[in-house]
């Protein structure tokens, strides 16, 4: 059974543009994700893992415009792609000095001063982080903010193409 019973994955990457085709990777293995995972510190959750498996990253499609999410970051099965999980993770985390709390796995429009970032300070039983925004304006000024229960419901909220609300946590 999918996490994503209902939810068409085909409408959300855009598959047409050469940016596209660069930020989306090949077929993953067992053993690129467990790289990935002791590289990182992190679990990859069962929704990860399974949108992963069903697109290996991308770019947001142009027509969900009201998103702020511009890209899904993919894992290189040769671990080399500076667009890719395991070099982004290290980008957000040593050079832009993002929170150790989790996978930053969702650019914005940003150009670096906010991510979507699965956040493993909050895990369902099912094994599914939270979705917040993370807000990084300099490491004294870092704002956090909830988005969607899991990635199943963020990439729902993507789909509808509508302002996400989000809530400030403390």
Known sequence: MSLFDGVDLSQLFDNESEYGERSRFGELTEAVIQRAEAKMGYKLSPAYRELLNYQNGGMISDDL?????????????EGESGSALEKMFDNWRYEWEYPDIGIPFGETQSAGHDMYYMDYRSVSDKGEPRIIRVENESEDDISYYFVAD?????????????????TPLD
């Open 65 to 77: 415009d009201e998103s702020w999410l511009t890209t899904i970051y993919g894992i290189d099965p």
């Open 150 to 166: 899991d990635l199943v419901e963020f990439i729902k909220l993507i789909l509808e193409n509508e302002e996400i609300e989000e």
